[in-house]
């Protein structure tokens, strides 16, 4: 297919794969030889995938729906903190965190002033949340390119800034998350991709994954901002073409009638939140029991599929409960 809109027909399996490629960065699953170490490695990637897409998914949200700030914010707020509260109660039972602690943290201040790296994805979003309206103002006005273009560079700065602290994990998505919404314009707007915008993702592909291979084999690591830039920013280029092929892969499969990868795939892409959010909460759980020392040589595999298995099992049933609690406020909000 030659158009924008398969990203949003395959939506939810594209997430799905952001998903497990994140799991399998954090996961205790090692390779010996580098085109499988270097995905392993460069799982990080996943997220800015997972942010590419929601963004692309608040462009739809924006134009199907009213434009009342409110609603906005309580659709999307909604959306990740019931989940995320109640995996911090887990969390609260499972690791002793104490109560100032998950104070801090469902306010997602402890990333902002303790640097807690397990909050900053929520704390992240948060802000991205609350700037979109912003954003998708400037989208429908007619300077777009120009706004747009200093979004890029106030994130660009940002991020180089902000390099050396914690936070950096937060600035340096910015960028792919703005993409989103550019990205979502498109799908929305159901244009063709064109013969010549097919070469410009195979040479973004290409360069891209270039240079994120320089990056993991170490060859600038001798340079700090230029190895910090290729590390962050290379996935700028090949992660749109990337969402592309694979949409096309799994519209391929469906249009050959294999729709067990699509559907396993949708299901996990449908609960991405909880999964994120729990699945090094059990590995770190885990880590200390016999499980985690299985007396076997790829232990390591095992073990992070067994904690994968029993992630999905309680994401699920955290994504339930979740919906719970929004139906139960929605009822109130009428």
Not at 278 to 302: H, K, S
Request: glycine share 6%.
């Amino acid at each position: 297919m030659r158009c924008w809109d398969i990203l949003s027909r395959y939506r939810n399996e594209l997430m799905g794969i952001a998903t497990l490629w994140i799991v399998l960065l954090h996961s205790t699953i090692w390779f010996s030889f580098f085109p499988a170490a270097y995905v392993k490695m460069t799982g990080y990637c996943g997220v800015d995938c997972f942010l590419l897409l929601s963004a692309m998914g608040l462009y739809f949200s924006w134009q199907k729906g009213n434009h009342s700030i409110g609603s906005f914010y309580r659709r999307r707020l909604l959306r990740i903190f019931p989940a995320y509260l109640i995996v911090l109660v887990i969390r609260f039972f499972l690791e002793q965190t104490g109560k100032r602690y998950v104070l801090l943290a469902a306010t997602t201040l402890s990333f902002w002033l303790l640097d807690d790296l397990s909050a900053w994805f929520i704390a992240g979003i948060t802000v991205l949340y609350l700037l979109s309206p912003l954003v998708l103002r400037v989208m429908e006005s007619k300077q777009r390119t120009i706004g747009m273009a200093g979004f890029f560079a106030l994130a660009l700065l940002a991020g180089f800034l902000m390099r050396r602290t914690p936070q950096n994990l937060f600035f340096v998505r910015i960028p792919s998350f703005l993409l989103g919404f550019i990205i979502g314009k498109n799908v929305y707007e159901k244009r063709s991709i064109t013969r010549q915008t097919e070469w410009s993702l195979a040479a973004a592909f290409v360069i891209g994954t270039v240079l994120m291979v320089i990056c993991q084999r170490g060859m600038v690591s001798a340079h700090e901002t230029l190895d910090w830039a290729l590390r962050w920013y290379s996935v700028l280029l090949f992660e749109v073409p990337l969402l592309v092929y694979l949409a096309r892969a799994f519209h391929w499969l469906k249009e050959h009638g294999h729709t067990l990868l699509n559907r396993g795939l949708a299901s996990i892409g449908s609960i991405s939140l909880e999964i994120y959010l729990l699945f090094e909460v059990l590995l770190r759980f885990f880590r200390e029991t016999d499980l985690a020392r299985l007396p076997f040589e790829y232990r390591g595999w095992v073990y992070s599929l067994i904690i994968l298995a029993m992630t999905i099992a309680a994401g699920a049933l955290v994504h339930k409960a979740s919906s719970l609690v929004n139906a139960v406020l929605n009822r109130q909000n009428q």
